[in-house]
């Protein structure tokens, strides 16, 4: 079922936005050569504390860590560990949830590390750009198909692929609720959005196949083919008029 938010909810959900965009910024700073994904871990949880809310992630269906740290080709849900040392030519997605007044955002981004080739330059560009291009579908009376469609269109145009396996969703009172968003679709199909509707947009692109693995943890989702992956991810509140986001 998707739940429509009232306004109270939206500005639990604003504010909640705001500590993990703030949160996000901060943790961005300490990603560095040398620096273990696991440090960094213990980082983005001080700074969600210090600013008042919760870990989403930590302990949610027994996921044992606040963040998300994905290094290569790695898609998503990779699980922090000291062991894991960044290293130049590195490119890592950084993936967090805040709990704030019992209402959950979420936000993802990739960053390069030192110098990286030309091709894992323009991965990122391309799935920052395919976020960008998924917004201006966001408005009352689009489809989630619309959504689906232009992210698809937009990196498949340009070489590279869209993981079919992981979705986009709601979020809000959960941390994962109706709908689900695919990267990939046909205009005009799924549910229509409706304001008041809050939902986390979140390319997942290869530059390779689409396919991907989980791995032994029962979490880290690799690509089968090792080639490199990137994530981008925003929560947006469908408005009167076409999208904010939340987590800006």
């Known amino acids: 079922m998707i739940v429509i938010k009232t306004k109270d909810e939206i500005e639990k959900m604003r ?13 961005q700073k300490e990603v560095k050569e040398g620096v273990s994904t696991g440090r960094l871990n213990e980082i983005a949880e001080k700074l969600i504390k210090e600013n008042g809310a919760e870990p989403s992630f930590k302990n949610y269906r027994n996921y044992p860590c606040s963040l998300c740290t994905s290094v290569n080709d790695k898609v998503v849900h990779g699980i922090p560990s000291e062991k894991e040392i960044l290293k130049n030519g590195d490119i ?15 936000m993802a981004i990739t960053l390069p590390l030192g110098k990286i080739s030309k091709k894992s ?12 291009k998924a917004l ?8 989630i198909g619309d959504i689906s469609y232009a992210i ?8 590279f692929s869209v993981v079919r396996d992981l979705v986009g969703h709601g979020v809000g009172k959960e941390v994962h609720e109706d709908p689900r968003i695919p990267n990939f679709g046909l205009p005009k199909t799924g549910p229509i959005l409706e ?50 986001i939340l987590t800006k």
């Open 92 to 106: 890592i997605s950084l993936d967090l949830g805040v709990k704030y007044l019992d209402y959950y955002t979420d």
């Open 195 to 244: 304001e008041g509707m809050t939902i986390a947009i979140e390319p997942m692109v290869t530059l390779g196949s689409w396919e991907v693995e989980t791995l032994s943890d029962g979490w880290t989702v690799r690509t089968k083919d090792r080639s490199l992956a990137c994530h981008f991810e925003h929560t947006i509140l469908v408005t009167k008029r076409g999208y904010e």
């Open 152 to 159: 698809q269109k937009y990196v498949e145009d340009r070489g």
């Open 121 to 132: 330059e323009k991965l990122i560009t391309i799935t920052q750009n395919a976020l960008e």
């Open 15 to 27: 504010k909640g936005g705001r500590i993990l965009a703030r949160v996000m910024r901060d943790l």
């Open 136 to 143: 201006e579908q966001v408005k009352p009376g689009n489809f």
